[in-house]
C-alpha cells in the first residue's frame, strides 16, 4: 500500500530505473548522483519536494467522484491534524515551523486534506510541510480555495481528474528590467522560499476525451474570478520549466489542439500555435466541461 510514507530522492529513483544503461557508470558518479530534489508517494498523490526552495516543485493527484463520495460518508475531521515537518528529508534542506512562525503567511496545501480523507492517516499525511508553500491568507483562504473546490466539482462530471499544483517565481518589471524578487522565512543558511505565483494544471477525463485547463495565480490579494486566471499551458510551461502531463500531449498535433482549444477562454493570449491549429474532438479546454457561471467570482474581495 502506498499509504505508509515512501520517499526516494529522484536521483535514485534515476539510478535505479537506468541500471541497464551506461549512465550509472559514469565514472564522475563515482560517489553518487548529487540529490536536489525529493519524491513522496501516497496513495492518492505524489509531491515532489525542492530542497533548495524547501517548497513542493509539483505534486500531482489523482481524483475520483467514487472515492470522493465515499470519504465524503463519514470523514474524519482536520482537528486533530498536525502540521509536521518532513523527517524523511535531512533537517538541513527541510521546510522548518519555525519559519512560519510570526511570518505573517499560511501554510497554504498544495494537495489539499479535503482531497484525501480516507482516514486519519491520510488527512495527516497532507499536513507534512513538503505538501506546503508560503501562501497569503487571502489568496489562501479565497481564489485558491475556490479552486480546490472547481477540482472537486469537476472530479463530479468526469471519469477520472488528474491535478497538478505548484509554486512560481517570477520576475517583477523595474526600471532596468526584469528581476527576481521573492521574500524568504527563516534565517540563512536554512531559508523557504516565497512563491510570487501558485498554479494548477486539471487534466480531467470524459468518454475518451480530455479536457485541460491551467490556472496561474498571484500570491496575495486577487480577483475571486477564476477566469482570469486561465494562461495557456504552453506559458506556463515555459515559466515554470515543467511539462505536468508529458504523457498527454506526445505530438505537436495534440499540443497545437489545445492551443486552439484555449483560445476561446484564456483573456491572456493564446498558444503560439492557436492560429494555425485545427480542433480535435478528443482534446478540449476545461471549460468545454463546466457549467458557464463554474469560474465566475462568487462573493467581493474584502477591502
Not at 10 to 21: E, F, K
Not at 98 to 112: E, I, Q, T, V, W
Request: contains cysteine.
Amino acid at each position: 500500500m502506498w499509504r505508509a510514507r515512501h520517499v526516494a530522492s529522484c536521483a535514485a529513483a534515476a539510478w535505479i530505473g537506468s541500471r541497464a544503461s551506461a549512465t550509472p557508470g559514469h565514472p564522475a558518479l563515482k560517489h553518487g548522483t548529487p540529490i536536489s530534489h525529493r519524491t513522496r508517494y501516497d496513495e492518492n498523490y505524489v509531491v515532489h519536494f525542492d530542497q533548495r526552495a524547501r517548497d513542493p516543485l509539483w505534486v500531482v493527484e489523482r481524483l475520483t467522484k467514487q472515492r470522493l463520495d465515499a470519504e465524503a460518508e463519514h470523514p474524519p475531521g482536520r482537528r486533530d491534524a498536525r502540521y509536521l515537518e518532513a523527517a524523511d528529508v535531512p533537517a538541513r534542506l527541510r521546510s522548518r515551523l519555525a519559519h512560519y512562525k510570526h511570518s505573517g503567511f499560511d501554510r497554504g496545501h498544495l494537495a489539499p486534506a479535503a482531497d484525501h480523507r480516507g482516514s486519519r492517516d491520510a488527512v495527516q499525511s497532507t499536513f507534512y510541510l513538503d505538501n506546503m508553500a508560503p501562501q497569503d491568507s487571502l489568496l489562501n483562504r479565497g481564489p485558491w480555495l475556490k479552486l480546490e473546490e472547481l477540482c472537486r466539482s469537476v472530479a463530479q462530471v468526469a471519469d477520472e481528474v488528474y491535478v497538478v499544483s505548484g509554486p512560481l517565481f517570477l520576475p517583477e518589471r523595474e526600471k532596468d528590467g526584469l528581476r527576481m524578487r521573492h521574500r524568504v522565512l527563516g534565517s540563512p543558511p536554512s531559508v523557504t522560499w516565497v512563491p510570487s505565483h501558485f498554479f494548477k494544471v486539471v487534466l480531467a477525463e470524459r468518454g475518451g476525451v480530455s479536457y485541460i485547463g491551467c490556472f496561474v495565480l498571484p500570491n496575495g490579494k486577487c480577483d475571486d474570478d477564476l477566469s482570469r486566471w486561465l494562461v495557456p499551458l504552453e506559458n506556463l510551461e515555459a515559466a515554470a520549466g515543467l511539462i505536468p502531463f508529458p504523457d498527454a500531449l506526445t505530438d505537436e498535433a495534440a499540443r497545437d489542439a489545445l492551443a486552439a482549444a484555449e483560445a476561446h477562454w484564456c483573456p491572456r493570449g493564446a498558444g503560439v500555435n492557436a492560429g494555425v491549429a485545427r480542433e480535435r474532438a478528443d482534446i478540449r479546454h476545461l471549460c468545454d466541461l463546466l457549467p458557464a457561471n463554474a469560474l465566475a467570482a462568487r462573493k467581493a474581495l474584502p477591502p
